[in-house]
C-alpha cells in the first residue's frame, strides 16, 4: 500500500529540488524529516511539508503504520515557465526562466 502527495506549480527550480530529493529517497520516514528539518534550503521547506502531506495520508485514508513507512519516490518535475526578456548591448534582448517545478513524495509501507 502507498500514500502519495503533490505540490504543483511550486517557484522554485526543479534541479534545485532535485538534489534533496535524491538525500531522502528510499530512507525512513522519520529519518526523512531529520534530513530535511536540518538543510538550510528552500527546496528543503517546500519537500518537507509535501513529506508531511504524505505521511498524513497514509495514516488517515488508508490506515498505515507510520513506524513502517519509507520514502519509496521523491520528485520535482518540471511545471510551466515563466519567460521574461531583459535587455542587453545593442537592442537585443536576453530571456529569463522562471522555473516552477511539481514535487511530490510517495510513501510505502516496509513488508
Known amino acids: 500500500m502507498e500514500a502519495k502527495a503533490i505540490a504543483k506549480y511550486e517557484r522554485i527550480s526543479p534541479l534545485k529540488v532535485n538534489f534533496i530529493c535524491k538525500e531522502i529517497r528510499g530512507k525512513n520516514v522519520d529519518e526523512a524529516l531529520a534530513i530535511l528539518q536540518f538543510t538550510p534550503k528552500k527546496g528543503a521547506r517546500l519537500l518537507e511539508k509535501v513529506l508531511k502531506s504524505a505521511i498524513a495520508n497514509a495514516e488517515h485514508n488508508f490506515d498505515l503504520d507510520r513506524d513502517m513507512l519509507y520514502v519509496s519516490e521523491a520528485y520535482a518535475n518540471d511545471a510551466p515557465v515563466m519567460k521574461r526578456w ?26
Open 86 to 111: 531583459r535587455p542587453k548591448a545593442k537592442g537585443a534582448a536576453y530571456p529569463i526562466l522562471k522555473r516552477s517545478s511539481h514535487i511530490g513524495v510517495v510513501v510505502k509501507e516496509r513488508e
